[in-house]
């Protein structure tokens, strides 16, 4: 072995030997500036004692995590009344002038904004206020990263083409062919659908890993992957009534034997929960592992290639493997053979 192979392993050892020591000390957080609370200015280490249970619930269900705050809990037994609605409780603090208990609970809720938390709570409640809202914006910004990247890509087409041009077409061509090879000439008009289904998760699943406070996945939320799959199986069978009638498509359901019907449609059923919980399940299951490798390890070394193995390449398969999937159930409702 090479001398700068043996330096680059111990590089590395000594890396991971660091780390491993610094997940059982590195408990606090280093705060300098001014304190919201109490108005003192400077420098001061603050500790973080760790809790994966709380981070994790804190993560993924934070409405939960916001009701079981001890501000909320605190008013809840101090009422005796678990029927307090998260905004009441805000409100009957806000009538309190209660700063304190304003201050601690506004960091629980999106830009630490009280008012924008019971704007939202009016629509969506205490289970999915502050959920929703983080979908919501997540959404938005897929939305407006797409429209961006098309205009850019429209704007660019010339007849000397560019690189960025050159790009898209290529993008475009590989997809057209694959749409080709499998539906059959006559349905490549089917590309641009597939390609903005695979596109919406691809970017979908990539922005977890923008290192952005609140740049979360909106496919870790069952209802995106459910409303996808949803919006998959549909355009299926829409295009498979279309292409063969109603008639045969109900008949199709009674194959070999009119008996199995119910097993059939429970079938086709099936797809959508295969399809949705497949792409939920590894963008969810990769976002608690990052989180509790990032928790112990306090975000050193070892979360970055977390964050690029599943941010990149297990979020790109499944956002390929979701649009594959669609173009393979369509292929077998609108072909023949």
Do not use: C
Request: net charge neutral; aromatic share 12%.
């Amino acid at each position: 072995m090479s001398k700068n192979k043996k330096g680059l392993l111990r590089l590395i050892a000594i890396f991971f030997i660091i780390e491993f020591g610094l997940s059982f000390f590195l408990d606090s957080t280093i705060v300098i500036g001014k304190d919201a609370l109490t108005g003192e200015s400077g420098f001061r280490i603050v500790k973080e004692p760790l809790n994966l249970q709380a981070e994790i619930i804190e993560e993924t269900q934070p409405d939960v995590f916001f009701r079981n705050s001890d501000e909320m809990q605190e008013m809840i037994l101090k009422l005796r009344d678990e029927t307090l609605s998260n905004a009441d409780i805000i409100r009957l603090y806000q009538e309190e002038d209660n700063k304190e208990a304003l201050y601690h609970l506004s960091h629980h809720v999106p830009y630490n904004s009280l008012g924008l938390y019971l704007t939202f709570h009016k629509f969506f409640g205490d289970g999915s206020t502050i959920n929703s809202f983080k979908l919501l914006r997540m959404l938005l910004i897929i939305d407006l990263i797409l429209i961006f990247l098309v205009v850019s890509i429209k704007r660019a087409v010339k007849f000397y083409p560019g690189k960025l041009q050159i790009v898209g077409e290529t993008f475009y061509s590989g997809a057209e062919g694959m749409v080709r090879d499998t539906l059959g000439k006559d349905n490549v008009h089917f590309t641009p659908y597939l390609l903005t289904l695979f596109l919406f998760i691809w970017f979908s699943n990539l922005i977890g890993i923008i290192p952005i406070p609140g740049f979360i996945e909106p496919t870790r939320n069952l209802n995106v992957p459910l409303g996808l799959g949803l919006a998959a199986i549909s355009v299926v069978h829409f295009m498979s009534i279309k292409k063969k009638g109603l008639w045969k498509y109900m008949k199709e359901y009674g194959e070999p034997m009119f008996f199995l019907a119910p097993l059939n449609i429970i079938g086709e059923v099936s797809k959508i929960v295969s399809i949705a919980f497949r792409l939920f399940g590894n963008i969810m299951g990769g976002g608690i592992i990052i989180l509790v490798v990032s928790s112990l390890t306090k975000l050193i070394i070892v979360p970055i290639g977390l964050y690029g193995f599943f941010g990149i390449f297990a979020g790109s398969i499944q956002a390929f493997v979701f649009a594959m999937l669609a173009m393979s159930y369509l292929a077998v409702a609108i072909t023949e053979e």
